[in-house]
């Protein structure tokens, strides 16, 4: 059995993430219906799963209507999604299709954030955890530490995971990613062949490229203090200023 993975482009820069096979479908982070309503229209495609990262408008504001026009369909989330059928959370197994999507807790960006690892960990939908070239900013319900967790988490898996971000920010991340790494050739070639969509993106090329995957080499720490002015003596306190200094960049 196969499925396909598409990016439904929505509102300014959200990717909503479609998952078909056999004639169903799953959407992740539904923003808006109008999109994920034409692409199971054109492909004669039926909606039994919503899947939520997170509480934010711009990832749950068409629950609403798509479960109206689908109403045999399943919205799985955390305990802050009001919309959700099944509260799902740390080490939740989800079935569909044959396939398994296992449900972790990353917090950082917001304090009940989740990933969905779809397929033996093959597809990882990490909402607004984990960008190309960047990561979340820290909501203030969330803290900066825990998103660092919540990478370090995401950076053990195999290099050659899948990373199905919910925004397509590549393209200003790494103008950041440049700026803490001006010699990094990856950065360089990355930022001269990148094409939209940029996503998904493979754990490998993330190791390469998104600064806050490298906090933990020594010239990473060296430019984050250098920047910031405040000492980065660790991984996680370089991650800390970079996370900062992303948000003023």
Excluded at 41 to 52: D, G, P, V
Excluded at 76 to 82: P, Q
Excluded at 195 to 220: C, D, G, M, Q, Y
């Amino acid at each position: 059995m196969t499925y396909t993975i598409t990016p439904l482009p929505a509102l300014s820069d959200n990717y909503i993430w479609l998952i078909a096979s056999r004639g169903r479908a799953v959407c992740i982070d539904p923003g808006a219906a109008e999109p994920v309503l034409a692409y199971l229209q054109q492909h004669s495609l039926q909606l039994e799963h919503i899947w939520i990262t997170h509480h934010h408008g711009d990832h749950t504001a068409g629950i609403a209507e798509l479960a109206a026009a689908f109403p045999q369909c399943r919205v799985s989330g955390g305990s802050d999604i009001a919309a959700a059928d099944d509260t799902v959370g740390e080490g939740s197994l989800i079935v569909w299709q044959g396939f398994t999507a296992e449900v972790w807790h990353t917090p950082g960006h917001t304090a009940g954030h989740l990933c969905y690892l779809f397929d033996k960990r093959r597809h990882v939908f990490t909402g607004d955890t984990l960008f190309s070239a960047g990561c979340g900013r820290v909501f203030p319900d969330s803290r900066p530490e825990w998103l660092y967790t919540s990478l370090t988490r995401l950076a053990a898996l195999p290099d050659s995971t899948l990373l199905y971000p919910a925004h397509e920010y590549t393209a200003a991340n790494l103008r950041f990613a440049e700026h803490i790494e001006p010699d990094n050739v990856d950065i360089r070639r990355a930022t001269t062949t990148l094409t939209i969509p940029s996503l998904p993106v493979s754990l490998a090329h993330e190791k390469r490229v998104n600064p806050f995957l490298r906090s933990h080499l020594p010239a990473v720490q060296a430019r984050a203090a250098e920047l910031s002015g405040c000492p980065a003596g660790n991984a996680e306190a370089a991650f800390i200023l970079l996370r900062e200094l992303k948000n003023h960049f």
